[in-house]
């Protein structure tokens, strides 16, 4: 505040935003069914919960200087983008089988006809959020339904955003308890936290691919222009390219260059997390997953998981993510930041 006095009146002039804007911020926006994350006045991301995307999700993911990391389709589709995969939308968590419900490939492009094989994850209320200089933290509540709505899994996350050394990390903890009955997590392949990316941050691809989830659906992700394309992923097995599909490793990361910048983005398992460290479900087209509850299909039958939950028990599940841009990420510092992870309980 300033004040100015002019003989014997005083004005009490407020002072600049920016001074206000300073650090994180929260905007919530109940109408829109988002809550907005911002750094310095400017939106790095949202925890949204839409009615047409059937679970909550992050979406954007901004870099520290503005630069989109995901792919905009559904939601705010770009031109030359794919628009293949609906349901994959941001940054998100779910599974593929659950008491025999899919969650994962649940969109408002199935058939209304065929919607009693899918879940939807609710987001129920925000149940916390702070914001202190480099650091925020959402807290909120959702549940897992069959179609018929009965509840499986009450689910508790706690998002904490962190600017460090001009990277913007993003730590979810999860916790999943079964409601009234049994839950079984079938092992398959499609889950559990994952992003999609933005196409250049695609790896190039020369083929038209059709993938097929466990309804018989299929998706043809069709062969398009590579310019400015440019994602190779590394996992901390060593492993680079398409051959970090079906391998395990405590991190893999996502190295291009979008708009002029080098952009990173990592995502760490947890030590802690059932399967650790986990097959990691990453693929050219610009889905960047990690399947802890998954193993047969990546181990070519080797391995097998079939995790349940009796009624009242629970699980939780820790990640980071891992957002860069003009700084490419060594294996070194990848290998820091996931030491670091594994001392947050």
Known sequence: MKRIILGSLIFIMSGTSSAQTKGFSILEKPDAKQIDILYNGKLLTAYCYYDSIKKPFLFPINTLDGITVTRGYPVAPHAGERTDHPHHTGLWMNYESVNGFDFWNNSTAIPKENRNHYGTILHEKLLDKQALGNKAVLKTQAVWMRPDRVVLLDELTKYTFTIKDNLFLIDRR???????????????????????????????????????????????????????????????????????????????????VKDGKAISIGIIDHAANVGYPAYWHARGYGLFAVNPLGREVFSKGADSLNFSLSPGSSVTFNYRVVIASGENITFYKMNVLASDFNTVK
């Open 174 to 256: 999860t916790t999943l308890t079964a409601r009234d009955s049994t839950v079984l997590f079938k092992d398959v392949k499609d889950g559990f936290f994952a992003i999609r990316v933005a196409r250049e941050l695609e790896m190039p691809s020369q083929q038209e691919d059709v993938f097929v989830d466990n309804k018989g659906n299929k998706t043809t992700v069709a062969k398009i222009n590579n310019d400015h394309v440019s994602g190779m992923y590394y996992s901390s097995n060593g492993l680079k390219g398409d051959s970090v599909w079906s391998s395990k490793g405590v991190w893999t990361m996502l190295k291009g």
